[in-house]
C-alpha cells in the first residue's frame, strides 16, 4: 500500500490548484496521506481537508519552527483538538513537533518546552508522534528515552545508522523520500538501501523536499509512486517489495491509520 506519511497539502502552495493535486494522487495510486498540522490555526484546517478526500488523514501539532510566534494557550488549544479528534477514524497522531538546530536565533528553551509538553500529550493518550529533526538527533532521542511515546516517525531522517537504531528501538520508522533520490546524498542512501523496510516509510513532505527529478519545483503526492521505484532500484528489490514493505511498516507506527483504511465488513458477514 502507497502511504504518503507526511505531506503539508494544507500549505498556501496548493491553494490554486488543490482538488487537482488531490485527483493526480489517487490516480497515482497513493492510498493514504497524512497532512501534519505546524501551528494553531492549522489544527481546523488539516482536519476539513483531510475528510474532504478518500484517504486523507491527519496530525496535530506545533512544529519548532512556528513555536517561535506560539504563544502558551497554544498547547491548550492542542490538548482539547486532541481530545475532540479522537473519535475522529482519520486522525493518527501528534505532529509534527520536535527541534530544529539548524535555524540560527531561534529559541532552542522554547522550543524544548513546547516539544516536551507535546511528549506529554503523545503519552497521556497513548498517540504516536511525527518528529522534526534538524541537527538535534541526540537532543531527541534523550527526551524520547524520558518521555517515552508510543512510537512513530522521525520524518525526513537524515541521522547516523547508530542514531536510526537508536529510533528503531523506540519504535519509530525513519521517513524517506526525495532527497534521497539525489546521487549526491550519500548518507540517507545508504541508510535507504541498508535499513530494513520494517524501519522505512515514505513520504513526499510536498511541497518541500522534492525528487531530483523536479527539483526546484513544487513538490506533490503524487510523486511517492516513482519515490518508490527509486528506493526500490537503490535497494536492488521489486516496487511492489517496497510498497508492500513501507505500507506495512507505515500501519505499523500509525496504528489508527490501519484501522481508517480497513475496509467496512459488510452487515452479516464476519
Keep these: 500500500m502507497l502511504i504518503d506519511t507526511h505531506c503539508h497539502l494544507d500549505a498556501t502552495?496548493?491553494?490554486?490548484?488543490?482538488?487537482?493535486?488531490?485527483?493526480?494522487?489517487?490516480?497515482?495510486g497513493v492510498a493514504a496521506v497524512v497532512i501534519p498540522a505546524v501551528e494553531r490555526a492549522?489544527?481546523?484546517?488539516?482536519?476539513?481537508?483531510a475528510a474532504s478526500f478518500e484517504g486523507g488523514a491527519y496530525a496535530l501539532g506545533i512544529h519548532p519552527l512556528c513555536v517561535e510566534q506560539a504563544v502558551e494557550d497554544d498547547l491548550e488549544a492542542l490538548h482539547t483538538a486532541i481530545v475532540d479528534a479522537l473519535a475522529d477514524p482519520r486522525f493518527v497522531g501528534v505532529g509534527e513537533i520536535g527541534l530544529?538546530?539548524?535555524?540560527p536565533g531561534l529559541d532552542r528553551a522554547k522550543q524544548r518546552r513546547f516539544f516536551e509538553a507535546q511528549l506529554r500529550l503523545a503519552r497521556r493518550f497513548d498517540l504516536p508522534v511525527i518528529l522534526h529533526v534538524r541537527?538535534?538527533?541526540?537532543?531527541?532521542?534523550?527526551?524520547?528515552?524520558?518521555?517515552?511515546?508510543?512510537?512513530?516517525?522521525?520524518h525526513a531522517f537524515n541521522g547516523s545508522a547508530q542514531q536510526a537504531q537508536a529510533y528503531?528501538?523506540?519504535?519509530?520508522?525513519?521517513?524517506?523520500?526525495?532527497?534521497?533520490?539525489d546521487a549526491r546524498a550519500l548518507r540517507i542512501r545508504a541508510l535507504a538501501s541498508t535499513q530494513g523496510l520494517e524501519n522505512l516509510v515514505l513520504e513526499t513532505d510536498a511541497p518541500d523536499l522534492a525528487p531530483i527529478w523536479c527539483r526546484g519545483e513544487r513538490n506533490e503526492p503524487a510523486q511517492l509512486p516513482p519515490i518508490a521505484a527509486s528506493l526500490a532500484s537503490?535497494?536492488?528489490?521489486?516496487?511492489?517489495?517496497?510498497?508492500?514493505?513501507t505500507g506495512t511498516t507505515a500501519l505499523r507506527v500509525l496504528p489508527r491509520l490501519a484501522g481508517m483504511l480497513q475496509p467496512s465488513i459488510p452487515c452479516g458477514e464476519s
Excluded at 502552495?13 to 494522487?25: C, H, L, M, P, Y
Excluded at 530544529?100 to 535555524?103: A, E, L, S
Excluded at 528489490?237 to 508492500?244: A, P
Design 100 to 103: 530544529d538546530h539548524f535555524v
Design 13 to 28: 502552495e496548493f491553494d490554486v490548484d488543490r482538488a487537482a493535486v488531490i485527483a493526480r494522487t489517487t490516480a497515482a
Design 168 to 181: 528503531a528501538e523506540l519504535g519509530f520508522a525513519l521517513g524517506i523520500g526525495g532527497v534521497m533520490t
Design 234 to 245: 537503490l535497494r536492488g528489490c521489486t516496487v511492489s517489495e517496497v510498497v508492500r514493505g
Design 135 to 154: 541537527r538535534a538527533q541526540d537532543p531527541i532521542l534523550g527526551l524520547l528515552r524520558r518521555f517515552t511515546v508510543r512510537g512513530g516517525i522521525a
Design 42 to 49: 492549522a489544527f481546523s484546517r488539516v482536519r476539513a481537508l
